[in-house]
């Protein structure tokens, strides 16, 4: 390869550290989440859930595959700079065709053909950009770990573009079986060719990420806030909701986040890339669907104070709002407890009790108000973090401040 062209295309160093143009990179990711919690929010049915559930896992892995290629080369130097800006359009196209992906609006384009068209765009330039980087470092196993990863990518693309043709339920299962082979054909073909060369710049991407999801709670919660005025139950639903959202940041970025950086820096050889994988492509997705859900909860919890539909804040919550207020933390809490068995291979009890708890509480939902409830699913997770400040004090100290290989220790 020549010179000019390895100038064009920088590897990066064990010490690289999260660029700008990947923090504006994950902007659009930002866009994406919204349109998925307004896409459930319009069809609040188990099949609107599940829509919603689709196009996040293809959203999640158009955005994974950037965290991996960003591992490799440095983003905002040479022609990587390029293709992140392109794929931004890309993917930033996609995220408006979101409300259309499943019941393409009169006039104008094919929603569906449009965002299997994006995706195939972001699919097959991270691809061929991988490929370029992988030819200009003389990387043989990574390229054939990309000449098998390719045959899952051209599969799923094929099936997206099926999808959008067949329409209805058809489209659906297509789709479901597009993630099917993204997911499962990445896990079959190993992790032996990948490379993961900065374990710090890895898991800041996916931190950031969960901060974004995070975020979009808050959006979430001012917009169900927007109602005719402000009143002290819309201050006090506003605060709770604040708490829970603060209480998952604190879950996930007190110790777990620095636990898991330490062990991925650990770990060597193809564990590295494999611990990557498992814990950061894969298990952080039910961790941000969690957060989307309880979004949800939170966005309708808000709205009922504000007076939708003739409700206040001493209605009950019903069905998907419901679940997503309960079940969405509760699914975050379970991913952690994934996340922690897989990076050190040990349960946390007190994040398991505590999503059990949630879950158990959910029938409460129904006979008290939307308001209690909030009150109710945020003092769980707001417990949680006391018993875990307090009875792991010690390791949590330990963790935060001093013995960084003392990491796998504690509950977090």
């Not at 929010?41 to 293809?58: D, F, K, P, W, Y």
């Not at 490929?131 to 390229?143: E, F, I, P, S, V």
């Not at 374990?199 to 169900?224: D, K, M, N, Q, T």
Request: glycine fraction near 12%; charged fraction near 15%; charge should be neutral.
């Amino acid at each position: 390869m020549s010179t000019s062209v390895r100038q064009r295309i920088q590897a990066i160093t064990e010490e690289a550290a999260v660029t700008p143009l990947e923090l504006f990179f994950d902007l659009v990711l930002v866009y994406a989440l919204t349109q998925v919690t307004a896409l459930i929010s319009g069809n609040l049915t188990g099949r609107g859930v599940l829509e919603g559930m689709i196009v996040l896992a293809l959203m999640w892995w158009s955005w994974v595959g950037y965290s991996w290629l960003g591992n490799l080369v440095r983003a905002d130097e040479g022609w990587a700079r390029a293709a992140f800006i392109a794929v931004m359009a890309a993917l930033f196209v996609a995220a408006l065709s979101i409300p259309e992906a499943f019941d393409d609006a009169p006039g104008g384009l094919d929603g569906p053909l449009v965002l299997a068209a994006c995706y195939g765009v972001v699919r097959l330039v991270h691809l061929g950009f991988f490929a370029l980087a992988a030819r200009t470092a003389n990387d043989a196993g990574l390229m054939r770990q990309l000449m098998r990863f390719g045959i899952v990518t051209v599969i799923s693309v094929a099936l997206m573009f099926a999808g959008a043709a067949a329409g209805g339920d058809a489209q659906i299962a297509i789709w479901l079986a597009a993630v099917a082979v993204d997911y499962v054909g990445t896990q079959a073909i190993g992790a032996g060719g990948w490379r993961l060369y900065a374990p710090g710049h890895f898991s800041e991407r996916h931190g950031l990420i969960i901060i974004i999801a995070l975020g979009e709670s808050i959006v979430a919660i001012g917009v169900g806030a927007s109602g005719p005025g402000i009143s002290t139950a819309v201050i006090l639903a506003s605060t709770l909701g604040i708490a829970l959202v603060a209480a998952m940041w604190w879950v996930y970025f007190d110790v777990t986040a620095l636990a898991a950086e330490r062990r991925l820096a650990r770990a060597d050889g193809v564990e590295r890339p494999r611990l990557a994988r498992d814990t950061y492509s894969y298990l952080h997705l039910p961790m941000v669907a969690g957060i989307v859900l309880a979004a949800l909860g939170l966005k309708k919890v808000l709205a009922y104070i504000g007076g939708d539909g003739g409700h206040d804040w001493n209605d009950s919550l019903h069905g998907i709002p419901l679940a997503g207020l309960h079940g969405g933390p509760a699914l975050y809490l379970l991913s952690l407890v994934a996340f922690r068995l897989r990076m050190v291979g040990s349960i946390s009890r007190s994040r398991t009790v505590a999503a059990a708890v949630l879950l158990a509480t959910l029938p409460i939902g129904t006979r008290i108000g939307a308001l209690p409830d909030l009150a109710l699913a945020t003092g769980v997770v707001s417990c949680l973090i006391a018993y875990e400040a307090i009875r792991y004090a010690e390791d949590r100290h330990r963790i935060r401040h001093l013995d960084g290989h003392a990491a796998a220790d504690g509950e977090g």
